[in-house]
């Protein structure tokens, strides 16, 4: 192969897997994807106090639970997002909250 095919081949394939990237990032911006609730990123934490940021590490903050019957819609500390499809908060945690998180906090709806 020469030289030029062999270069323009690989620039083909670094600028698709950048505009991959970018589209990545672009469907994590907290928009409801058409794969249902359980997709709607809510852990962005680029505007939070680094404390708020590691505190939602610490109490091990996940936008989707993985313990049977605990999501934090059904926490006593949700906050409901304004509408549906959209991210909710904590009285506990800092930044958005996916309704169907969950974090070491979770405490049953009285």
């Known amino acids: 192969m020469s030289d030029s095919i062999v270069t323009s081949r690989r620039s083909f394939l670094g600028k698709s897997l950048a505009v991959l ?10 928009k409801k994807e058409s794969a249902g609730p359980k997709s709607l990123a809510c852990n962005d934490t680029s505007s939070l106090a680094p404390a708020d940021a590691q ?11 993985v313990q049977q019957g605990k999501a934090c819609s059904g926490c006593q500390l949700y906050k409901a997002a304004p ?8 009285a506990v945690l800092k930044g958005t909250v996916n309704p169907n998180g969950y974090c070491n ?3 049953p709806k009285a």
């Open 21 to 30: 990237a970018a589209g990545g990032a672009v469907a994590a911006c907290g």
């Open 55 to 65: 505190m939602r590490t610490t109490l091990g903050y996940v936008d989707v639970s």
């Open 83 to 90: 509408a549906e499809g959209q991210c909710g908060g904590c």
């Open 105 to 107: 906090s979770w405490t």
